[in-house]
Each structure stands twice: as C-alpha cells, then as structure tokens.
C-alpha cells in the first residue's frame, strides 16, 4: 500500500538537495497521489571544514543527523550519494534502493591546464580524497597535493580565487549540478580509480520500515545494485574508510562482474592492486575475494600503517 505521505531528510548543500529533489520527482511520478516533500539539514560533515575528513571521523558525519531524522521519525528516507555512507550501516538502518549509476569517474578541473599531465613541477592540486590524493602522488610525485573541503562551488570558488592550479572533484556532482564547462576532463580508472559506490544514489530507511521497501523497489537498478554491492563488500572486508586510500570499481560485460580494487599510502609511496571476475549472483563474494587479494599482498599491514599514522 502506498503512503500518503514521505518525507526525504537531506543535507542542505545544492548537490544533496539536487539528489533528494531527482528521488522526490521520481517518487511522485511513481505515486501521484503521494505527497512527498524535503526535510534539509545541516550535518557535522558540513560545518567542520577547517580539516580533512579522515582528521574528524570520516563520511559518516556526513549522514548522522539524517539518520536520527529516520529514527524518531521526522522522515521516512534519506538520500545519500553511496560512495560517502559508511560500509557498515549502523544497527537499525539498511539500504533499501540503489539507483542507476551516472559517471563514476573522477574529474580534472583547472583555469590554466588542459590535462593532469600537462601540469609542472609544483603546481598545487586540491583535493579532499586520500585515495585520490594517493593516486596523484604515485604517478605524478612533481605535483603539490593540498586538502580542499567545502562544497562543490565552494571549491570551485577556491579554484577561481588561485588558491590551486587544479582540483579533481567526483564528474557525477558537477554534472548534476550542470557544470559541464568546468570539466576539462574526465580521468580514466588508470589515473583515478574510483571511490566505492562513485556516482550511484543510495535511499537509506529505518531497519524497521519494511513497508517501504516495496514503495522503493522500482527505484532499484539491479545492475548498479550488484556493482556497488560488490565494491562495498571489498571495502568492508578490508575495514575501508575514507582515513585510508581505498578504491574500488565495477563493471559487468555479458553477465560478469570484474571488479579492480586498490589500496594505497597517501604519500604515494606504496600503491596495492587487485583485480577478480565472477557472475553478478555472486557480487558480494566478488568484493570479499578480491580484498583477500589485496590482503595477501599486504594491504592490512599498510592500512593499520595509515591509521597509525593519521591517529598521531
């Protein structure tokens, strides 16, 4: 039985609310008759921008405050872009749709260049991913990586004003957000193996909501479902969080999933990777398999190094 009403917690920043606005609009069309309207909030992740994420706990600051909106009530799901909800859900909560993935890649931004390759020695590349951060270093240890927080425009904002000679953002959030323009171009998986889940939409219920789970399903995208599934379940055998350089990404040709993972020192000094194929039925055990890889190689060893190392 559809509601008559939902209510969809969201951050405030255009980008979130761009999200919660695309799941409200095909929502509505699914069920006309339902009301369905936008709770937006201001989250942890969002007011402490004077440091880098892996300093003050992670993406999930980024969804407490949504969470607690799904617990007491005040809304009935969240929406999150997937590749910041942490692999292990708190207790009481569980994703109930994955929507159709858009661009997973990660994008080259800059006033001045046309290319990663074309920048000098020293020039400043603005970031706030470890794992980007990792990669850039490894292949390019000319460049000056420095953090860079805020929202999309924000950073942007940053750019502009000459405070970096580039930046890489998600290609997803600048082209929901329609600037296109600003990309000059998108990285391939070589240069910027993507984060888990980059680009796919997650719809986050209470646990115990179970009546929602029909009225969400046809938002589901089995296909972006199982590749997300997969690259999560990598990330969670090996205890990822964005406090690690961690990347994973998925494909699916004639029925078969492969999956590439990687995991690196932020310094660039030490890059692990990995790679595995098997049938989309078995995406979840996919992601596990090719952390044992990357685990065989010495990934657990260089993680607890990274923790170490941030936790000083």
């Known amino acids: 039985m559809t509601p008559n009403k939902l209510v969809i917690a969201s951050r ?3 980008l979130a609310m761009w999200q919660a606005e695309h799941i409200r609009d095909k929502l509505q ?21 004077d440091k880098t994420l892996s300093k003050i706990g992670g993406k999930g600051l980024f969804i407490k405050e949504l969470e607690q909106a799904l617990k007491d009530g005040r809304a009935d799901l969240a ?22 993935r858009a661009n997973p890649f990660d994008a080259f931004v800059s006033n001045l260049y046309e290319r990663l390759e074309e920048l000098p020695a020293g020039a400043v590349v603005g970031t706030s991913s470890l794992r980007r951060e990792a990669q850039l270093r490894a292949r390019y240890p000319h460049l000056e990586i420095r953090p860079l927080r805020g929202n999309v425009q924000t950073r942007l904002a940053k750019l502009d004003n000459g405070d970096y000679d580039a930046i890489i953002l998600a290609a997803a959030g ?4 329609g600037l296109d323009d600003r990309i000059r171009v998108i990285l391939s998986p070589i240069d910027s ?11 986050e219920i209470a646990a115990h909501r179970y009546d929602l789970l029909p009225v969400l399903n046809p ?20 205890d990822g969080s964005c406090q690690v350089p961690l990347a994973a990404y998925c494909t699916e040709e004639g029925g078969m999933l492969t999956l590439r993972g990687l995991v690196g020192h932020p310094d660039g000094s030490m890059i692990l990777e990995a790679s595995a194929q098997a049938p989309i039925a078995y995406a979840d055990a996919l992601g596990r398999a090719v952390a044992k890889k990357l685990a065989d190689d010495g990934a657990i060893e260089l993680i607890k190094a990274v923790l170490a190392e941030n936790a000083e």
Do not use: W
């Open 174 to 177: 600048l082209q929901r957000l």
């Open 193 to 203: 193996l993507p984060a888990a889940g980059q680009g796919a939409l997650g719809i």
């Open 79 to 100: 929406v999150h872009s997937i590749k910041d909800v942490p692999m292990k859900l708190p207790e009481g909560f569980m994703l109930a749709a994955i929507g159709e």
């Open 29 to 49: 069309a699914l069920y006309p008759q339902c009301e369905v309207s936008i709770l937006g909030m201001t989250t942890q992740g969002d007011q402490i921008l």
């Open 12 to 14: 405030e920043s255009a």
């Open 219 to 238: 938002l589901n995208h089995a296909l972006t479902n199982a590749c997300v599934m997969a690259e999560r379940a990598l990330a969670r055998a090996l």
